[in-house]
């Protein structure tokens, strides 16, 4: 499985993959923080078997004991042997041996940190909490933690940083990133115009782009090779310069919840949080890098009432999707997005009897005005952004009536728009996320926060896509530390949100910006000059 070279095309121009795949380490600490590290790893394409190799502090039939990943790994190992079997078949080097030394690696929640005062790199967790740091783990108070609706987002996103930090020390970033790369077939043609050439020279590979020659005598028509035909060693012939080893002993406070206080002091308390959401109702848009880590992430925290749709235009998953969405498996290539993302889920939670529905078509202004009369789709048209498949309108319409909280996962920013509208008539908050390359943000708009009245008008109804797809929209660099983190933390908030509401819950984690293995906290508020004119309001 996972064969395919393509698989990591939108994150070689972030990292240096032959650096990455070669990584050796050894990991030890609670069984979810070492099968968190692993599921990263393996979406990050780390630790290749033949070439690199993560040892696990573990007898291989020992028992594993660990449910803050179970949406995370299809099926579920019982032991370690399983768990390395399952990801050797992920094309990873692992070895399941107790060893005497430390581990390199640490992650481990309290109180079992008082087994452990130091590693390379540690990750602590709990209570909705995470912190990663080197070196030292400093003084942390040893008492144990309560489990809570957010302990697997917790998880995740101090993995997510434990994991950027790995690479950060490794020196394994490159230090311009690369947003895309591909080969060019081209051919010259004598005593032929350009339109000419265009015209009579075609390609399977789709139309081709020409220009005169320069010494005036005929043309040169190019066709851009896709990526799935093209080999990989070429792909990778650039030259690039890495990033200095970085030695950052900063202690990085990344989970929802702050767990360093103003003056450095280190604690996993707080006001209670619910053990777990028991009913809740989620709209998630958009099932790619951010929407399936939200997916998985939501349903690890909810109970046996609650649902949870996925909307998804997106026709097929291609392999270079694979890398960080952690949804879909090769099995799925092919499939539209929102399809296999509930394939998945069914099969990850089926005990959890949780309403998951698929909606595989876009959203569009139709879905959510409820008085739409087809005034800003000047940019669009209707059939571009509903696709043929307007049988799922009323479907879309009662599932926005019935959530309690939206996630907007979109690489479209006109249609997070339209999300925002469509819960501005509803009375219903927003956690909008994304993230490009190294940085992303997640910011929650609730009691009425309009994203026309944050961004102001021109960026709120931009039409251009960012995507991590092949054609059509502007391609960007993509790593799944970043998605991982914006998703899981998205999660994380939707929950609270709703357990806000349902006042089992009193405040909801801050707004942040995600950058490089840690986070900011973000401080968004209205544009001035927007308080008025705004047509996204009612
Ligand atoms: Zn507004």
Request: charged residues 20%; proline residues 5%; contains cysteine.
């Amino acid at each position: 499985m996972t064969s395919n070279l393509h698989t990591w095309h939108r994150q070689i121009g972030i990292v240096d993959q032959h650096g990455v795949s070669s990584l050796k380490k050894s990991v030890d600490g609670d069984d979810d923080g070492i099968l968190a590290t692993l599921v990263l790893s393996s979406q990050l394409g780390a630790f290749r078997s033949g070439k690199g190799l993560v040892r696990i502090n573990r007898e291989p039939n020992d028992i594993i004991r660990a449910n803050l990943v179970r949406g995370l790994i299809d099926p579920f190992p019982s032991d370690w042997q399983q768990a390395s079997e399952y990801f050797e078949s992920l094309g990873m080097g692992i070895m399941v041996q107790k060893f005497e030394e430390e581990s390199e690696i640490w992650i481990g929640k309290p109180p079992s940190t008082q087994n452990r005062q130091s590693a390379d790199l540690w990750m602590i967790h709990g209570n909705g909490r995470a912190i990663s740091g080197t070196g030292s783990m400093g003084v942390i108070p040893i008492r144990d933690v309560p489990k809570t609706m957010i302990d697997s987002p917790s998880l995740i996103c101090g993995v997510s940083s434990l994991v950027h930090r790995l690479l950060d020390e490794e020196g394994l970033f490159w230090q311009v990133p690369v947003s895309d790369r591909w080969l060019t077939l081209t051919a010259r043609v004598d005593e032929l115009a350009p339109e000419e050439a265009r015209e009579l020279i075609s390609s399977k590979f789709g139309p081709g782009t020409s220009t005169s020659l320069i010494d005036g005598i005929g043309s040169l028509i190019r066709f851009r090779i896709p990526i799935e035909e093209t080999p990989p060693e070429l792909i990778d012939t650039l030259e690039q310069t890495r990033n200095p080893p970085s030695s950052n002993t900063e202690i990085a406070d990344v989970g929802p919840f702050a767990a360093v206080s103003e003056d450095g002091k280190i604690s996993f308390h707080g006001a209670p949080i619910p053990t777990i959401l028991e009913e809740g109702d989620f709209f998630i848009l958009g099932a790619g890098g951010t929407g399936s880590w939200a997916s998985t992430m939501i349903l690890s925290g909810c109970g046996t009432d609650s649902s949870l749709t996925i909307a998804d235009g997106d026709r097929a998953i291609e392999s270079h999707n694979l890398n960080r969405q952690v949804l879909y498996q090769e099995m799925d290539l092919g499939l539209p997005k929102a399809t296999a993302a509930k394939n998945s889920l069914s099969r990850m939670f089926p005990d959890a009897h949780s309403q998951v529905s698929a909606i595989p078509v876009p959203l569009g202004p139709q879905h959510v005005m409820k008085n739409w009369s087809g005034d800003l789709t000047d940019e669009m048209t209707i059939g571009e952004i509903t696709g043929e498949n307007s049988d799922n309108d009323a479907e879309i319409a009662l599932r926005l009536d019935k959530m309690d909280v939206a996630l907007s996962c979109l690489d479209n920013q006109l249609a997070r728009t339209w999300l925002n509208r469509a819960c501005l008539e509803r009375g219903k908050s927003m956690v909008n996320g994304g993230s490009e390359g190294v940085r992303g943000v997640i910011e929650t708009f609730a009691e009425g926060s309009c994203m026309v009245c944050r961004y102001g008008e021109v960026e709120a109804r931009s039409t251009e896509i960012v995507s991590c797809q092949e054609e059509g929209t502007r391609p960007v660099p993509s790593i799944v530390t970043s998605t991982a983190y914006v998703g899981s933390m998205m999660a994380a908030i939707a929950l609270c949100v709703v357990a806000r509401e349902k006042s089992e819950l009193e405040v909801i984690p801050q707004d942040r910006d995600w950058f490089s293995g840690e986070t900011r906290k973000r401080h968004s508020g209205r544009l001035p000059w927007f308080d008025n004119s705004c047509w996204s309001h009612l």
